[in-house]
Nanobody, 119 residues
Framework: VQLVESGGGLVQPGGSLRLSCAAS????????MGWYRQAPGKQRELVAE???????NYADSGKDRFTISRDNAKNTLYLQMDSLKPEDTAVYYCHANYDINYQRLAEYWGQGTPVTVST
């Protein structure tokens, strides 16, 4: 199983980035997918998630600025980030989980892609 993130980098405040996560080795359409981030010295936190049924959910930090989406035909997860702020600086991780009847049967993480918001 591989989750490979891309699209991170350096961007000025107010700018935009689009992160991608290419999944392989899983039946992508069956998995709930998510983006997490970890800033230096802080715990990893949820940014946004999207269910296998295409229902999104956002943490307060990204609500109204971030958009999560998935393309099951391409086995790819996306995170469109607009109006970026310095506090969005972190390593962003792709996450996949497969639950049945509230039991977690499988869970995977990507290696992360760094995002730096700075002048």
């Amino acid at each position: 199983v591989q989750l490979v993130e891309s699209g991170g980098g350096l961007v000025q405040p107010g700018g935009s980035l689009r992160l991608s996560c290419a999944a392989s080795g899983i039946t992508f359409a069956l998995y709930d997918m998510g983006w997490y981030r970890q800033a230096p010295g802080k715990q990893r936190e949820l940014v946004a998630e999207i269910t296998s049924g295409d229902s999104p959910n956002y943490a307060d930090s990204g609500k109204d600025r971030f958009t999560i989406s998935r393309d099951n035909a391409k086995n790819t997860l996306y995170l469109q980030m607009d109006s970026l702020k310095p506090e969005d600086t972190a390593v962003y991780y792709c996450h996949a989980n497969y639950d049945i009847n509230y039991q977690r049967l499988a869970e995977y993480w990507g290696q992360g892609t760094p995002v730096t918001v700075s002048t």
